[in-house]
């Protein structure tokens, strides 16, 4: 559904949310298979362990809610690229909330953060994108996004946003020549899934999770989704009756 990448090589992929998690070694995947790579998030710190010196390595701090942090980060990326490749927007947040627990600072602080943040990247980069004529852009959701589940309150609801945002995107840009595509990890070990008090099946590491990521790209998919053993099982869930889906998701979470 998208055009195939055979090779990184001087590839310039603007990476946002590359300080740690999947993020961080989706960064240095590409930086080990020859691309350049911008590496994007709030603390410099940790983006400077994650370029660890590679020449290859532009970093361009952010604050991805901060549309002006955004515009200035792309200002100078532009400037020494002088054009974009690929654009990942892997940043994002999670909070963990139920009906009884209902917290609205904390609802709209994620909804700023998964949503409004994905938007203050399109408005900078969808120029550039268009202005080009090629080149593609990724935004990572999650399998949360599917359907409704336990203590996913607002998370599901903002992932679910970013499918349908995708899969827009994809009907406006595809015939223009530019790769978009939809990135729904099921649960991968990265700080985000560390205070999670609740099973998390088919868990796999952040770095297999880069490396399903990349496949995805390479071979031109739109729907990027891994591990597949769990997440064509939330699929199939997604399908089923109400009735039987709420029965099931109570059973198998005792939620």
């Known amino acids: 559904m998208n055009p195939q990448i ?16 999947i ?14 790579v911008a590496l994007s998030a709030r603390r410099p710190e940790l983006l400077a362990m994650v370029a660890d010196g590679h020449p290859n390595a532009l970093i361009a701090v952010l604050d991805i809610v901060d ?18 490749d690929l654009v990942l927007i892997i940043a994002g947040g999670y909070h963990e909330m139920r009906a009884d627990s209902f917290d609205l600072a904390a609802a709209y602080r994620l909804i700023d953060l998964n949503i409004r943040g994905a ?11 268009l202005a080009q004529g090629n080149g593609g852009i990724g935004i990572v959701a999650s399998v949360a996004g599917y359907s409704g589940l336990p203590k996913a309150l607002i998370y599901g609801p903002t992932k679910a946003a970013l499918i349908n945002l995708c899969e827009s995107l994809y009907i406006d840009l595809h015939p223009r020549g530019i790769g978009v595509y939809l990135i729904n990890p099921g649960f991968v070990e990265t700080p985000l899934t560390a205070g999670n008090d609740f099973p998390m099946p088919a868990m796999i590491s952040a770095n297999e999770a ?37 029965w099931l998701i109570h059973k198998g979470t005792g939620l």
């Open 67 to 84: 549309h002006a942090s955004v515009s200035a980060a792309h200002t100078s990326i532009m400037q020494q690229w002088q054009g974009i």
């Open 23 to 36: 993020g961080a070694a989706t960064a240095q995947n590409l930086l080990a298979q020859g691309a350049r």
């Open 119 to 129: 938007y203050n990247c399109l408005d900078l980069v969808l120029p550039t994108l």
């Open 210 to 246: 880069a490396q399903e990521l990349l496949h995805g790209l390479e071979s031109g998919q739109f729907h990027i989704h891994f591990p597949r053993r769990f997440t064509n099982l939330l699929r199939i869930l997604r399908l089923l009756p109400y009735r039987l889906y709420f």
């Open 6 to 21: 055979s090779n990184w090589h001087d590839k310039r992929v603007w990476l946002i949310g590359a300080s740690t998690g």
